[in-house]
């Protein structure tokens, strides 16, 4: 009977937590939302609706669950910077609920590489493709895409490479000697 009893606590107070965790606001409502970014100046989604650029104070939306999608326009291309979920609770005694607010810091998705290699002049690949050559000094490559990349030297008949992992909006730096081992 105890052990019955037991496993029926256990049970009712995992169905408390699963559905704290699903809790889902009701749709037909409206809040208001309040999404800042750092820096300012991206674009907003919600729901797929732009909502402008940051920082957005206290927007008037429907309520319930949606997809956040923040933007930065590069020169070049859009760059996602969030694509989360989102919920957009009613207001409390005519006040914003604090739910509704999104603030984060975003990093662009970019990095910078500063390589220096033996000997001076080389052919420099990422991922294959040439990308620039070296001069005999520091080579600073800017904006490569976060992520893992093999870098190559091509130095008249010796090669060298290694695997480097570019992090937004920070510099690695690498050097690299031709036909001698891998320095980081």
Not at 43 to 59: A, M, R
Not at 101 to 124: A, I, S
Not at 154 to 162: N, P, R
Not at 163 to 173: D, F, N, P, S, Y
């Amino acid at each position: 009977m105890k052990t019955r009893l037991f496993a029926a606590f256990l049970a009712c107070a995992a169905l408390a937590a699963f559905a704290q965790d699903d809790d889902i606001p009701e749709r037909g409502g409206t809040g208001h939302v309040t999404i800042r970014t750092d820096p300012q100046g991206s674009k907003v989604f919600l729901d797929g609706e732009e909502l402008g650029k940051t920082p957005i104070e206290n927007l008037e939306f429907r309520t319930g669950r949606f997809d956040l999608i923040i933007i930065e326009e590069g020169r070049r291309q859009q760059i996602e910077l969030v694509n989360q979920r989102f919920n957009v609770w009613p207001d409390k005694n005519g006040k914003q609920d604090q739910r509704n607010v999104f603030e984060q810091k975003t990093r662009m998705p970019w990095g910078n590489l500063e390589l220096t290699t033996t000997p001076g002049k080389c052919q420099v690949m990422i991922d294959g493709e040439l990308a620039d050559r070296t001069d005999g000094g520091t080579l600073t490559m800017r904006n490569i895409r976060e992520g893992d990349h093999l870098i190559e030297i091509k130095c008249g008949g010796a090669t060298a490479d290694t695997l480097v992992r570019i992090i937004g909006e920070e510099t690695l730096k690498v050097h690299l000697k031709a036909g001698g081992k891998r320095r980081r």
